[in-house]
């Protein structure tokens, strides 16, 4: 069992940036890599990017690639995304997700977070 919380999210211009938060607690051991997902109004959900708790390995979409960075704090239990360079195609509720060890799916979602981009 895992609980993630996501922050950060809010209202920002085009081309501005922004830092979204997702905290794990619980049996965190129980997941080896955590991931960012959005899903933009009458759209699907949609991978953005994943890293591993161990190693750091990252994977990116190439809509996001060159612009946003993922990065882990082991000691918080906390994965990060730097959004730079916003556009208004970005807007949409971002999730972070945990990949159980197990399963080897995203068995574990947090609540959300909206993240608008104005132009």
């Known amino acids: 069992q895992v609980q993630l919380v996501e922050s950060g999210g809010g209202l920002v211009q085009a081309g501005g940036s922004l830092r979204l938060s997702c905290a794990a607690s619980g049996r965190t051991s129980s997941s080896n890599s955590l991931g960012w997902f959005r899903q933009a109004p009458g759209k699907k959900r949609e991978f953005g990017a994943a890293i591993s708790w161990s190693g750091g390995r990252t994977n990116y979409a190439d809509s996001v690639k060159v612009r946003f960075t993922i990065s882990r704090d082991n000691a918080k239990n906390t994965v990060y995304l730097q959004m730079n360079s916003l556009k208004p195609e970005d807007t949409a509720v971002y999730y972070c997700?945990?990949?159980?060890?197990?399963?080897?799916?995203?068995?574990?979602w947090g609540q959300g977070t909206q993240v608008t981009v104005s132009s």
């Open positions: 997700a945990a990949r159980g060890v197990v399963t080897g799916l995203f068995d574990y």
